[in-house]
């Protein structure tokens, strides 16, 4: 399966020995062996999903594997909690916030290895010694200051410096560009080149092509929780690093596009979703599936709680019309939304969709129900739930069973059932498709379109932009609030939407 | 309100109505009531407050991991009793003893079994308050002469439950403020997961909290039943709701990560002005019960904000 190892063992500071971790029934990593060495900087890398994180997290010490080992200078280890990762020398920068608001920046930096004199905090130490780090990445805050009151990309550099201050061999740093600005990038840079010159060895785990290429000395791509390659990064370009990421054709993956559009199923029009956004004007109509894309925290999300009615938007309409023709309007609160024929998917489906402890029938038939009235026997239609489990294929014991004991593309499923037995005609979905496996996702992708081809429509956010470009019929790309570029889905490439999303224009192409 | 605050509360809890409310019923009460400035008067209130306040700073620890800790009433209960039952020699150490014992029982029913925080100590709550009945039916018992000396007696005109207070209030302070475990209390309040992506051990931590305002119950009962001079099997009743609305008034946060010994002690005098200045101006004793379940209410929502993203 691998195509080479980069280093001989002898050099390796860090090997996974076939390392795999399961959660239920989903094996997000699954047998990976590749070495790192040290004084070098290595970018783990491959699609939302592949693993990338659930492995790093195991040599951090916040996973320990089901199987295989994992090696530090040639000694397996296993690591209990992310104290015993560091006392080995692991230091990492989770993509998650870990600072504690109600901390001051210097108790932060040293939490869990608090400098003491005669048993007590030493206060002191501490100020100087995070002055010390925050200067060395070139930033001068406060360190009495409370960390709650920094601004979010403040919290993210102090967040580094924080794994700079530990007397590390090994830095893990997972997407952690994804809440710095440019400034905040070329110091983070700088830091990592530096920490490379003095011999540690540091994971990037990243999908960020140009950063890879412009950073990293090693790139190991990882697909689905499986090893695909380990490479010298001079030895890859672009497409073959793409390939080596997504490594199946696009078109299989994914139905045909649609080929007529009917009238308009929403109308958004001047939708301002949260004070100091601009207005969006955008419609989606009958048997599209229209994708709002862009990096992510850009405001799609708010955009799309705002149609579905979660958190109401603060001026500006928004209106569907059902097959009838009727006009109503949506958005102002999601129970009126519901009983007026429009479904919601949430990315998270399990605290805000399913109701795990509750049978796949039950879940499904809340959506059969919505227009009973409150007092009305509920009587569930077995053959009709029977029926649309066979129709997506949703892999159970039967209708009884609990969803939690589901697999994730499973449960996505009876997500979608329940929507399609309450005879909806426009859904709004949240990452169709998050946590589920590549057969599921298929799937999930055919009953979507077919949901269009019988006169549905469908507004989706995604963080995967391969989702966007092989799913949806038109991508409307959103930047700070606003949409800035609306891309037909069959010309749409990584590219057209990148550039747009970052830049905010689309007229130069991204720098390579 | 909250604006005009300056960033550098940070988590200590501490705003205009954990600090103006009590300076606000001095006052009210300095004029209102002739006989509150007595010395005799304050004498009263501050040893009135002790336990209340002992217990506070122990339900403190419990409230800054988002626990909340009902038993500990229960707990001065159960150790009064003890106090008079075993042998004086033994009677300080196993009431410590058994405070001990149901703060690890709580901590571990919490921490490790994953039970939530109210049931817990409810049902601890009701089982020690059983046993303390079951021990001693109602008040009596020789307290040992110590204890009542120790309630009692006073240094050069101070009286010595203002010690009490004293060293109560630096151990907390030390604790919380200079200590690996105080910063780590802190940290587990603001966010678990986080805490424990920094290292910091949260079941232990958790464990010791309960563990602390137990104890706290049983030294609030050493002096408590040292002053009265007397054990009583339902001394504790008031004190699980009035630790909580105290420092709930001094603007400790119930979900955890926010307040400190200031708050806890600002809020444990609100209540002990608002008792002694409804004994001083002759309002029953059970409208002041009443008006604790308000003052909760009151607290909660007052203090309910997000400062710095808790």
């Keep these: 399966m691998s195509e080479a190892a980069s280093a001989p063992a002898a050099q390796g500071r860090v090997e996974f020995r076939n390392v795999t971790k399961q959660f239920g029934s989903t094996r997000a990593v699954s047998e990976v062996s590749f070495s790192g060495r040290a004084g070098s900087i290595h970018a783990v890398t491959g699609e939302n999903g592949a693993g990338k994180s659930t492995l790093m997290k195991m040599l951090a010490g916040v996973h320990v594997a089901d199987a295989g080992e994992i090696l530090i200078d040639g000694r397996p280890v296993s690591f209990p909690g992310t104290a015993a990762a560091r006392e080995e020398g692991v230091s990492t920068v989770f993509q998650e916030l870990t600072l504690l608001p109600n901390l001051t920046l210097a108790e932060n930096m040293f939490l869990g290895r608090e400098p003491r004199r005669y048993g007590m905090l030493d206060r002191q130490a501490m100020r100087r010694r995070s002055r010390d780090a925050l200067a060395s990445i070139g930033i001068d805050i406060d360190p009495d200051v409370t960390c709650g009151d920094l601004a979010l990309s403040e919290q993210h550099l102090v967040e580094v410096a924080k794994a700079s201050v530990a007397d590390s061999k090994i830095v893990i740093y997972d997407e952690p560009t994804a809440a710095l600005d440019g400034p905040g990038t070329e110091k983070l840079f700088r830091l990592i080149e530096e920490q490379k010159k003095a011999g540690k060895l540091v994971f990037y785990i990243s999908h960020r092509l140009d950063e890879i290429f412009r950073l990293c000395d090693t790139t190991t791509v990882l697909k689905d929780g499986a090893h695909v390659a380990t490479l010298p990064t001079a030895e890859l370009t672009r497409d073959r690093l793409v390939s080596l990421m997504v490594g199946r054709e696009l078109a299989q993956m994914y139905p045909p596009r649609a080929t007529k559009a009917g009238g308009a199923a929403l109308v958004v029009d001047g939708l301002v979703a949260r004070s100091g956004r601009p207005g969006v004007s955008f419609g989606v109509k009958r048997g599209e599936i229209v994708g709002l894309a862009g990096i992510e925290g850009q405001g799609q999300r708010d955009i799309m709680r705002a149609v579905a009615g979660l958190a109401p938007g603060i001026s500006g309409n928004a209106t569907a019309t059902d097959r009838q023709g009727a006009v109503f309007p949506v958005g102002s609160s999601i129970v009126a939304n519901t009983r007026a024929g429009i479904g919601f998917i949430p990315e998270d489906r399990k605290s805000e969709g399913l109701f795990l402890s509750l049978s796949i029938s039950q879940n499904i038939a809340l959506g059969m129900l919505r227009k009973a009235s409150m007092f009305a026997a509920a009587v569930i239609d077995r053959g009709r739930i029977a029926a649309l489990m066979k129709q997506m294929a949703v892999r159970a014991r039967d209708a009884g069973q609990a969803v939690a004991s589901l697999s994730g593309g499973n449960q996505q499923k009876v997500m979608f059932g329940r929507w399609f037995s309450a005879d909806v005609d426009l859904m709004l979905i949240e990452e169709p498709t998050r946590g589920v496996d590549v057969g599921a996702k298929a799937e999930i992708y055919r009953l979507l379109r077919e949901f269009t081809e019988n006169g549905g429509a469908i507004l989706m956010t995604s963080s995967e932009l391969t989702e966007h470009i092989g799913l949806c019929d038109r991508i409307l790309v959103v930047r700070e609030g606003a949409i800035v570029a609306e891309i037909e889905g069959a010309r749409a490439t990584e590219e057209t939407i990148m550039t747009p999303a970052l830049t905010g224009s689309h007229g130069e192409r991204a720098a390579a | ?310």
């Excluded at chain 2, 600090?19 to 040893?47: C, K, R, T, Y």
């Excluded at chain 2, 009265?228 to 603007?251: C, E, H, K, Q, Y």
């Design chain 2, 1 to 310: 309100m909250i604006a005009i605050l300056p960033r550098r509360m940070g988590r200590t809890g501490l705003g205009v109505v954990s600090i103006g409310l009590p300076i606000l019923l001095f006052v009210g009460l300095s004029l209102q009531a002739d006989n509150f400035l007595q010395a005799q008067n304050i004498a009263n209130i501050n040893s009135q407050i002790t336990t209340l306040l002992i217990v506070a700073l122990g339900q403190l620890f419990v409230a800054l991991i988002g626990g909340i800790d009902i038993s500990v009433g229960s707990v001065v209960s159960l150790s009064s009793t003890l106090l008079v039952m075993v042998d004086p020699a033994l009677a300080v150490p196993a009431a410590l003893l058994a405070g001990a014992v149901i703060g690890l029982a709580n901590g571990v029913g919490v921490a490790i079994f994953g039970v939530h925080p109210l049931i817990m100590t409810l049902a601890m709550a009701t089982f020690v308050q059983g046993l303390a009945l079951l021990m001693m039916s109602g008040s009596g018992g020789t307290v040992p002469e110590a204890l009542i000396w120790m309630a009692k007696t006073s240094f050069g005109g101070v009286p010595v439950s203002f010690l009490w207070c004293l060293a109560a209030v630096a151990v907390t302070a030390v604790l919380l403020n200079r200590t690996r475990f105080g910063l780590h209390v802190y940290a587990i309040g603001a966010g678990e997961q986080s805490a424990a992506f920094s290292g910091v051990r949260i079941a232990s931590t958790r464990i010791a909290c309960y563990v602390i305002c137990s104890l706290a119950g049983s030294m609030a009962a050493i002096y408590l039943t040292g002053r009265i001079a007397s054990g009583d099997p339902t001394m504790g009743r008031p004190f699980s709701l009035d630790s909580v609305t105290a420092i709930a008034l001094g603007g400790v946060l119930l979900s955890g990560g926010i307040g400190g010994v200031w708050a806890a002690l600002l809020g444990t005098l609100t209540l002990g002005l608002i008792t002694n200045g409804m004994n001083l101006t002759g309002v029953s004793p059970f409208f002041r019960e009443a008006i604790t379940g308000v003052l909760l209410l009151v607290a909660v929502s007052l203090h309910r904000r997000k400062v710095i993203g808790i």
